[in-house]
């Protein structure tokens, strides 16, 4: 990583407040800027977040922001209202009100004697979701985005739901840790210290837990369209770079977009990397220059500047080459690829039968812990996030192997699996994975894909199944850059639980497939010769001085128990966001979280999440807050059960101490 000091132009950092069009709340913002843009205006680029710039967020606006103020721009950083050091009340994810504040937000940059009119946003994750959608609402002075790691499909492509089926792991997760996020203070040193108290209250007054919305939207319904701009991509004026890691859940959404977005106003990029700004250097890697090569896009749309960007071509994709299966690696061998189409030409699918003669129906009824070496939903570069060996996944699945590969197979897309199966029961998913099983054994997991039953016929709708009756269903697993070598089996292996991915179903069932009707189809690209790709090396403004706490109790990321003589499993998993630090300011941030699932038995009853919070910021002897939050969900044959509560206390007083109850028919799940 190169640290860079010195810029053609000199840098001021500066807070203001920007109002919005209800006249009665201010959101807080940071602003990075040359010290002459008032004589010599500048584009704006703008990342607004729920996720907090004084503090969470901190080292990493630290690392990026100066850096576009010292090439020529306004950056800026913005809390979303009800988070941060914001004014107003948290809302939903990407409610309309975030995103009615976004256009406010842009506008009024556009407005500023400082810079030239044009404004570009960028995010990774929430920052990057909400510059798709912001882009969607298409605010005249926005130009151009830049969105990693980010969704154009809420309903299928996000936390909440894959394939129909309810996410276990993340839906639960994820709507624990905001309930905690949401939870935090602003912080007096940025909005008085007579005000903090009150606005922490109005805060945690109007707070409701995302769960049981979610929840209660079982089906792709008009509540997921919204913020979903594959619902209109021609609403999209802006260009949009999009990016993507073949570790990041989200990597579909380049894919989707560099094909329905017109080509002169978009393009992909997909490398190895988790869900991660592709500069940071957190496996897995290579990391790339990517400062310089959004750079490149801002220098094009916001300043008319030609540098080459649009010659790209319209994907740029990483293509993995094999290796043995790991939790963790610092650098991913492969190569980069580029297609000026897509789908591109140069990828042909390739159909191969199950297991062709094999007429007799193969049974399917996988324990109930199958998923356990699954790995983490959102690999961040964690020591532990990527799926270990999956020789015992594949032991509670049913495997069909290839034989031998006589050549190299590329592939490159989103694989397919067709089915023609039966369920013994009106409900049931389907889980398929392929994996890449070398000579000695080992099994490798290349991508994998989730079917619930319910929706095959469409996510908007609720179909049971008739048993008795076989149909075919068709898996599309998520998209991959990938090389079997010679010597290798392709494996598909075929299950109907995925604990704690996917919840299951209430009923304990089973599947029958007949692998003779059954197909694997691959996206195979054909080898060839390559346009020369190449980036440079990481580079990034000068760190925040940032001091991190080594655990005072060392603990496992993820760790798996057997009560043998109960038959329950149980994961214990650190989600390891980035711990307790002392920030230059002074303020200490004190973070602990860990989520629990169980399952027991042959028991789908039995299947419970929960998400526990700590949360301490503290600064001298004047502010001290503590919130603590927990989150459970369980389910019976009718309902899903949750149960939260949060606690929150000021230098020692209890502020706030609230629970809720709630509980939503299983319509889907």
Same mark, same amino acid.
């Given at each position: 990583?190169?640290?860079?000091?010195?810029?053609?132009?000199?840098?001021?950092?500066?807070?203001?407040?920007? &109002?919005?069009?209800?006249?009665?709340?201010?959101?807080?913002?940071?602003?990075?800027? &040359?010290?002459?843009?008032?004589? @010599?205006?500048?584009?704006?680029?703008?990342?607004?977040?729920?996720?907090?710039?004084?503090?969470?967020?901190?080292?990493?606006?630290?690392?990026?922001?100066?850096?576009?103020?010292?090439?020529?721009?306004?950056?800026?950083?913005?809390?979303?209202?009800?988070?941060?050091?914001?004014?107003?009340?948290?809302?939903?994810?990407?409610?309309?009100?975030?995103?009615?504040?976004?256009? @406010?937000?842009?506008?009024?940059?556009?407005?500023?004697?400082?810079?030239?009119?044009?404004?570009?946003?960028?995010?990774?994750?929430?920052?990057?979701?909400?510059?798709?959608?912001?882009?969607?609402?298409?605010?005249?002075?926005?130009?151009?985005?830049?969105?990693?790691?980010?969704?154009?499909?809420r309903y299928d492509n996000d936390v909440h739901y894959t394939g129909g089926a309810v996410l276990g792991i993340d839906m639960l997760a994820?709507?624990?840790?905001?309930?905690?996020?949401?939870?935090?203070?602003?912080?007096?040193?940025?909005?008085?210290?007579?005000?903090?108290?009150?606005?922490?209250?109005?805060?945690?007054?109007?707070?409701?837990?995302?769960?049981?919305?979610?929840?209660?939207?079982?089906?792709?319904?008009?509540?997921?369209?919204?913020?979903?701009?594959?619902?209109?991509?021609?609403?999209? @004026?802006?260009?949009?770079?999009?990016?993507?890691?073949?570790?990041?859940?989200? *990597?579909?959404?380049?894919?989707?977009?560099?094909?329905?977005? &017109?080509?002169?106003?978009?393009?992909?990029?997909?490398?190895?990397?988790?869900?991660?700004?592709?500069? =940071?250097?957190?496996?897995?890697?290579?990391?790339?220059?990517?400062?310089?090569?959004?750079?490149?896009?801002?220098?094009?749309?916001?300043?008319?500047?030609?540098?080459?960007?649009?010659?790209?071509?319209?994907?740029?994709?990483?293509?993995?080459?094999?290796?043995?299966?790991?939790?963790?690696?610092?650098?991913?061998?492969?190569?980069?690829?580029?297609?000026?189409?897509?789908?591109?030409?140069?990828?042909?699918?390739?159909?191969?039968?199950?297991?062709?003669?094999?007429?007799?129906?193969?049974?399917?009824?996988?324990?109930?812990?199958?998923?356990?070496?699954?790995?983490?939903?959102?690999?961040?570069?964690?020591?532990?996030?990527?799926?270990?060996?999956?020789?015992?996944? @594949?032991? *509670?699945?049913?495997?069909?192997?290839?034989?031998?590969?006589?050549?190299?197979?590329?592939?490159?897309? =989103?694989?397919?699996? $067709?089915?023609?199966?039966?369920?013994?029961?009106? *409900?049931?998913?389907?889980?398929?994975?392929?994996?890449?099983?070398?000579?000695?054994?080992?099994?490798?997991?290349?991508?994998?894909?989730?079917?619930?039953?319910?929706?095959?016929?469409?996510?908007?709708?609720?179909?049971?199944?008739?048993?008795?009756?076989?149909?075919?269903?068709?898996?599309?697993?998520?998209?991959?850059?990938?090389?079997?070598?010679?010597?290798?089996?392709?494996?598909?292996?075929?299950?109907?639980?995925?604990?704690?991915?996917?919840?299951?179903?209430?009923?304990?069932?089973?599947?029958?497939?007949?692998?003779?009707?059954?197909?694997?189809?691959?996206?195979?690209?054909?080898?060839?010769?390559?346009?020369?790709?190449?980036?440079?090396?990481?580079?990034?403004?000068?760190?925040?001085?940032?001091?991190?706490?080594?655990?005072?109790?060392?603990?496992?990321?993820?760790?798996?128990?057997?009560?043998?003589?109960?038959?329950?499993?149980?994961?214990?998993?650190?989600?390891?966001?980035?711990?307790?630090?002392?920030?230059?300011?002074?303020?200490?941030?004190?973070?602990?979280?860990?989520?629990?699932?169980?399952?027991?038995?042959?028991?789908?009853?039995?299947?419970?999440?929960?998400?526990?919070?700590?949360?301490?910021? *503290?600064?001298?002897?004047?502010?001290?807050?503590?919130?603590?939050?927990?989150?459970?969900?369980?389910?019976?044959?009718?309902?899903?059960?949750?149960?939260?509560?949060?606690?929150?206390?000021?230098?020692?007083?209890?502020?706030?101490? $609230?629970?809720?109850?709630?509980?939503?028919?299983?319509?889907?799940?």
């Open positions: 990583m190169k640290y860079r000091e010195q810029f053609e132009r000199q840098v001021v950092r500066e807070d203001v407040w920007i &109002p919005t069009r209800d006249g009665a709340t201010r959101l807080h913002a940071r602003i990075w800027r &040359p010290v002459d843009a008032g004589a @010599d205006p500048v584009p704006a680029l703008l990342e607004y977040l729920p996720y907090r710039k004084s503090d969470w967020t901190a080292p990493r606006d630290a690392q990026r922001h100066p850096w576009y103020a010292g090439h020529g721009y306004a950056s800026v950083r913005v809390d979303i209202r009800g988070h941060g050091d914001s004014e107003g009340t948290p809302g939903d994810e990407y409610d309309a009100q975030e995103l009615a504040d976004g256009v @406010d937000v842009v506008n009024w940059l556009a407005a500023q004697p400082w810079c030239t009119g044009k404004v570009g946003m960028f995010g990774i994750s929430w920052g990057g979701f909400n510059s798709l959608q912001i882009a969607a609402l298409a605010p005249e002075p926005l130009k151009a985005i830049v969105t990693v790691c980010s969704t154009d499909d994820w709507a624990g840790t905001m309930l905690a996020f949401a939870s935090r203070p602003p912080d007096p040193a940025n909005v008085g210290a007579d005000r903090w108290l009150p606005m922490w209250r109005e805060r945690l007054d109007a707070l409701r837990p995302f769960l049981h919305t979610w929840l209660d939207h079982q089906e792709r319904d008009a509540y997921w369209k919204h913020g979903s701009v594959c619902e209109d991509y021609g609403a999209i @004026d802006a260009a949009v770079l999009a990016v993507g890691g073949w570790h990041d859940p989200y *990597r579909d959404t380049v894919l989707r977009l560099v094909e329905h977005l &017109p080509a002169d106003r978009v393009r992909g990029l997909i490398g190895p990397w988790s869900h991660q700004y592709p500069d =940071r250097g957190l496996p897995p890697g290579p990391a790339i220059g990517f400062l310089q090569e959004t750079l490149r896009w801002w220098d094009q749309h916001l300043k008319g500047t030609d540098t080459g960007v649009m010659r790209e071509p319209l994907l740029r994709a990483w293509i993995n080459d094999p290796v043995p299966p790991a939790t963790s690696y610092d650098v991913m061998p492969g190569r980069w690829v580029g297609d000026d189409n897509w789908p591109s030409p140069k990828v042909t699918w390739s159909e191969r039968t199950l297991a062709a003669g094999a007429h007799a129906p193969v049974l399917v009824r996988s324990p109930l812990h199958t998923g356990l070496d699954a790995g983490r939903f959102f690999p961040f570069g964690n020591a532990s996030d990527l799926p270990p060996d999956q020789r015992e996944e @594949d032991g *509670r699945s049913v495997c069909f192997d290839s034989e031998p590969l006589a050549e190299r197979v590329e592939i490159l897309g =989103r694989p397919r699996v $067709r089915l023609r199966l039966d369920s013994a029961t009106p *409900r049931a998913n389907v889980i398929v994975r392929l994996c890449d099983v070398a000579p000695d054994g080992s099994s490798t997991l290349v991508t994998r894909g989730v079917l619930n039953l319910l929706s095959r016929h469409g996510r908007d709708r609720t179909v049971e199944w008739t048993p008795g009756t076989y149909e075919d269903v068709e898996i599309e697993l998520t998209g991959i850059g990938y090389a079997f070598p010679p010597g290798h089996r392709v494996r598909v292996a075929v299950s109907d639980v995925y604990w704690p991915w996917v919840w299951p179903h209430g009923e304990r069932g089973e599947l029958r497939v007949l692998p003779a009707d059954s197909a694997l189809l691959l996206p195979v690209r054909a080898a060839g010769e390559e346009p020369p790709i190449a980036f440079e090396e990481p580079e990034q403004a000068p760190p925040l001085p940032v001091t991190y706490d080594q655990p005072a109790e060392a603990r496992p990321e993820r760790f798996v128990t057997h009560d043998v003589a109960a038959g329950e499993w149980t994961l214990e998993v650190d989600p390891n966001y980035g711990g307790s630090r002392t920030y230059p300011d002074g303020l200490r941030y004190e973070e602990s979280a860990r989520e629990t699932y169980r399952v027991r038995g042959d028991d789908p009853l039995s299947a419970s999440a929960v998400s526990e919070w700590r949360i301490r910021l *503290r600064r001298g002897d004047e502010y001290d807050a503590e919130i603590m939050a927990r989150t459970e969900l369980r389910a019976s044959v009718a309902d899903f059960v949750m149960d939260s509560r949060i606690e929150a206390r000021a230098n020692g007083e209890t502020v706030v101490k $609230r629970s809720w109850h709630h509980t939503s028919a299983r319509t889907s799940g």
